[in-house]
């Protein structure tokens, strides 16, 4: 009874996924029903006193006994349907289990007092039921519902009445009455057994279809005898689920949606074959609706049997670098923190740490300065995010990050540090897909499943309105254009949010898309972990995003609701420079949310000169802004006296070569133009712009800047 059986695993139309096959590479399907007709065939081809005997039937013992000692050789048997399971039963399933036991008078005896434990503790349709769910058929079939699908390639219930009786007699010489290859030996057992059936009046009464086929109905049932061919559609979920629910019988039905599947399965593997030579070799996705969490599509990999590209990992579970695709997580907990959408982040060269130093740099190596809240996300620009991260601490963000699901971080997020600002940790991409579906449900959590009917885990992450304004971020085309151009790889006709990420050396590519209805996720990369060629970009998988939002969005009729508006913000004009309120000298305003308990002021970094408008930058944006001509002026005294590089507690190493012996320094801030400085109790000043050099001396180092009534003073390390 405890015994595994194959699982049937359908998609959310009932469309057959998968039979799995047991670990001795049997299928033995458990019926939900096994057909009255069918049972009635098998009682009367193996036992027709089942219903009046207790498990060993005296009156065939004797006959069996008679015939064969008066034959001189085995003419009949006397194995009752009971006695039958029993052997099923000690040769599988008992602790002394062999394949094939010699019959022997002993074993007999035991087959016998084994049937007669089974009568008392079982209904003989119980009885009939183990029998035929456990009958071997040979060529890897056990039951009659395996057995019906190996040879017929028919559900149990489908089968006609002569391939019942075809089916009945396999049992006996599986390799003598196979259909495909003996058929005529086939069909003369079952004629025979079908005569003997229909001359039951009480059998023929009751199944008058069965009483009446003739020779021609065996002729067609032979002809259309086949095997089945098993599909083996979702490979690495319907792994996956098999380990985690090894105890699972009967029929599943899944989330899924094979045409879904289908269309994503040729579009990663098309894709895989198109940048090939890039090192692109294999790829995944991941679809859910949001309003369920149900799972719509799984694709492991481009391709499950390819050995080579390593085809059985399952890259929805693989923990990959996921890049830039990380931020929103980070904006959004700002968004929670004090931070406002009409911010300016810095996007300025900046050093982080003490003892080791972090310098972080864009994708395209460039400084952007002044950089409002909205277009740092969309345009995916590196500085601002690890700024962001630096102000809400790695211990904060961690946890929020294990909030959304994200467990792979649990180990890995301290020795990220602010890289995991830029994704450094690894993560799966069905975390990040599960993650990411937070934002157009409103700052809700939401656990996965693949099996319909269960109610899934739910909690808040984001306040509503920190998710909504993440989503009008990611869905503005105007606000990425810095970053991704004006292309069509995010374009679409119904509302969507878009973010990638790219790993160092573009070796994991991602990209993630939702609506509000559904989240797709899909990498690319390669398993071994090889830098991908020719900079193939976010493009590929982003392309197959959008593509696959487009699918979707057509199957229901295009309806696809608009992401909602904030409550208490409302929209208005700003400065797209300085993110504050426009004054007559602005040229250039935007439209943002402003929140109503927000205090605002006039924008102070315009000003009309000679009548012309002229942008004052403040002191933070010294080394963006020497280095480059720029319209425009600092104001200088806009700070108080900073060193800005390097920060007290840096560790240098010594080295040789152009570049090696000199340390960059740059102060900001200050009242007058002259800087005084002493260095190791060496003097010099420094003129406006404070930006200079120091020899690197090995050992402790003291460095002090005085400007006018300001000063500072910090130290640093120079080692071998």
Not at 89 to 94: F, L, M, R, V, W
Not at 227 to 253: C, D, T, V
Not at 450 to 466: D, I, L, M, P
Not at 655 to 672: H, T
Request: charged share 20%; proline share 5%.
């Amino acid at each position: 009874m405890a015994r595994p059986y194959s699982v049937r695993y359908y998609d959310r139309h009932g469309m057959l996924l998968q039979i799995t096959p047991l670990e001795d590479g049997l299928r033995r399907e458990k019926p939900a029903q096994i057909p009255a007709q069918i049972k009635d065939v098998f009682v009367f081809a193996e036992d027709k006193r089942f219903y009046r005997h207790i498990g060993v039937d005296a009156f065939a013992l004797i006959r069996a006994v008679y015939q064969n000692v008066s034959g001189r050789r085995r003419v009949s048997g006397a194995s009752t349907i009971t006695m039958q399971l029993a052997r099923i039963i000690a040769d599988n399933c008992g602790p002394a289990a062999q394949p094939a036991r010699s019959r022997t008078a002993g074993s007999k005896i035991a087959e016998m007092l084994n049937a007669l434990r089974l009568e008392t503790r079982f209904s003989k349709s119980r009885i009939l039921e183990m029998y035929i769910n456990s009958l071997p058929f040979g060529f890897s079939a056990q039951g009659a519902a395996s057995a019906s699908r190996n040879f017929f390639a028919s559900e149990i219930s489908m089968l006609s009445p002569a391939q019942v009786f075809c089916l009945a007699v396999i049992p006996r010489r599986p390799n003598h009455y196979n259909p495909h290859e003996n058929p005529g030996n086939c069909m003369a057992a079952a004629m025979d057994l079908q005569s003997g059936f229909a001359d039951n009046k009480r059998l023929a009464r009751r199944w008058p279809l069965f009483a009446q086929i003739d020779e021609r109905d065996f002729q067609f049932a032979l002809s259309s005898a086949k095997r089945f061919r098993y599909p083996f559609e979702f490979p690495h979920l319907i792994r996956l689920i098999n380990q985690q629910q090894k105890s699972a019988a009967g029929e599943m039905r899944l989330t899924v949606d094979l045409a879904l599947q289908r269309y994503l399965e040729n579009a990663i593997a098309g894709n895989v074959a198109m940048y090939f030579s890039s090192r692109v070799t294999n790829g995944s996705a991941l679809v859910a609706d949001n309003e369920t969490g149900e799972i719509l599509a799984w694709v492991g990999s481009a391709d499950f049997f390819n050995v080579q590209a390593a085809g059985q990992i399952d890259g929805v579970l693989a923990l990959n670098q996921p890049g830039s695709s990380m931020k929103p997580f980070l904006y959004a907990m700002a968004l929670e923190n004090g931070f406002f959408p009409s911010d300016v982040l810095s996007d300025v060269p900046m050093t982080f740490g003490e003892s080791e130093i972090y310098f972080p740099q864009n994708f395209n190596n460039r400084f952007n300065g002044p950089m409002l809240f909205r277009a740092s996300l969309a345009s995916s620009l590196n500085i601002p995010a690890v700024y962001l991260l630096y102000r809400l601490s790695v211990r904060n963000y961690t946890q929020k990050l294990l909030d959304l699901g994200f467990d792979s971080v649990q180990k890995s997020a301290q020795e990220a540090g602010l890289g995991l600002a830029l994704g450094n940790a690894p993560v799966s991409l069905y975390e990040l897909v599960r993650a990411f579906s937070v934002f157009p449900r409103d700052g809700n959590y939401l656990d996965f499943s693949w099996e319909k009917g269960n109610k899934n885990t739910e909690h808040r992450v984001y306040s509503a309105n920190a998710a909504r304004i993440i989503c009008s971020f990611l869905s503005d085309p105007g606000a990425r254009v810095l970053a991704f151009g004006a292309g069509r790889n995010f374009r679409t006709s119904f509302p969507a949010i878009f973010k990638t990420g790219t790993a160092n050396q573009y070796q994991s590519i991602v990209a993630l898309g939702a609506t509000m209805k559904y989240s797709a996720g899909v990498w690319m990369g390669n398993f071994t972990g090889e830098t991908v060629m020719d900079k193939t970009g976010s493009s590929i998988p982003a392309v197959i995003v959008r593509d696959t939002l487009n699918v979707l969005h057509r199957a229901h009729s295009g309806v696809s609701p608009d992401f909602p508006q904030p409550d208490g913000w409302k929209i208005a004009r700003i400065c797209a420079v300085s993110g504050m309120d426009p004054g007559g000298a602005c040229l250039s305003i935007i439209n943002e949310y402003i929140h109503s308990g927000e205090k605002r002021a006039k924008c102070t970094w315009h000003k009309t000169v000679n009548g012309k408008s002229e942008t004052i930058y403040p002191a933070e944006y010294q080394a963006w802004f020497i280095s480059s001509v720029r319209q425009g002026s600092l104001d200088y005294s806009s700070r108080p006296l900073e060193i800005k590089n390097p920060r007290s507690g840096f560790v240098y190493l010594s080295g040789s070569g152009i570049g090696m012996d000199e340390i960059p320094v740059e102060v900001i801030g200050g009242g007058n133009d002259v800087l005084h400085v002493t260095h190791n109790g060496r003097s010099f000043d420094v003129a406006r712009p404070f930006v200079f050099f120091l020899k690197r001396e090995q050992g402790f180092n003291t460095l002090t800047v005085k400007n006018g009534y300001e000063e500072e003073t910090i130290t640093f390390t120079i080692e071998r």
